[in-house]
């Protein structure tokens, strides 16, 4: 398990200290004095010492106060990074294992006699599965060793015809339309990306197989994403989530300084998002 480097004590008092009584017996050796000045050079002398020592101490305090607060930072860090990891080694092993079932029993019933819809369908299951299954090992791999894991590219906006590609696959109705954007700074295109993917899960959730716009387009130095779906499909049943994944969502969003409305519009649900980027060409 890959971890923080422990704090080292480090106290440069002592060896300061030491260094500038050396110099000022030197000093005292190499310069003869006599009369008044051979009281005075010694009182000089031991007023410079004490006040040193008594700078050493207050420092070696201060550094020993420091080290101690670094130390039970590492050791609270060392704690929730060994109790991360524990739970996501749990939840790899509940998840992959639902999802190497799920894997297993869609790729043996595409073999049944089904219409070639359901075949699809089961297809489309067993792909996605393999996919999520291969995803969730990679960022475990992540987790336990970030510097030798494997890592995806970042998301950008090419990545979006895939994501919508991928939401038809699940039974969406989705469009995608791109305006004119010019540069786009690249944590504003994983933004984006991560405002699509969020908007696409929650209409699969609550509208099911319905159709949805998805739009991206510049206005001024703000990039505006809009997710709006056309209601729910007939019969269809919600399936609401936690609502992790829009506060995560959310606070990616206000990170960047943007806004985010999500709100039911015109018989269905819309997720607007605005992210100022100033990387706008000219």
């Not at 190497?100 to 819809?117: C, D, F, K, M, Y």
């Not at 970042?154 to 919508?164: N, Q, R």
């Not at 990616?252 to 990387?279: H, K, Q």
């Amino acid at each position: 398990m890959t971890s923080f480097p422990r704090p080292a004590w480090r106290n440069r008092a002592v060896p300061l200290l030491v260094l500038i009584t050396g110099v000022l017996v030197l000093l005292l050796c190499m310069v003869g004095a006599g009369g008044p000045a051979a009281r005075v050079i010694p009182v000089v002398f031991g007023a410079v010492t004490a006040g040193a020592a008594v700078w050493a101490v207050y420092r070696w305090r201060s550094d020993r106060a420091e080290y101690e607060r670094r130390l039970t930072a590492w050791a609270a860090a060392e704690a929730v990074l060994a109790e991360r990891l524990r739970i996501a080694g749990d939840l790899h092993d509940l998840v992959s294992h639902g999802l190497g079932l799920i894997t297993v029993r869609a790729a043996a019933t595409r073999h049944l006699e089904q219409s070639p819809e359901i075949r699809a369908a089961l297809g489309d299951i067993e792909q996605t599965s393999r996919d999520a299954t291969a995803e969730l090992r990679r960022m475990l791999t992540v987790l336990r060793e970030p510097e030798s894991a494997p890592l995806a590219p970042a998301d950008s906006l090419g990545t979006l015809p895939e994501i919508v590609r991928a939401a038809r696959a699940a039974g969406l109705r989705p469009s995608l339309t791109t305006g004119e954007l010019g540069e786009v700074a690249p944590g504003v295109q994983v933004a984006i990306c991560r405002t699509v993917r969020e908007g696409l899960a929650n209409v699969a959730r609550h509208a099911g197989p319905a159709g949805v716009a998805v739009r991206v387009h510049r206005d001024g130095r703000h990039v505006v994403v809009t997710v709006a779906d056309e209601g729910p499909a007939p019969g269809w049943r919600a399936v609401p989530g936690a609502g992790h994944g829009l506060a995560g969502l959310r606070e990616r969003v206000g990170a960047l300084d943007g806004s985010l409305i999500a709100e039911p519009v015109e018989g269905g649900y819309r997720l607007t998002v605005r992210l100022p980027d100033g990387m706008r060409t000219a």
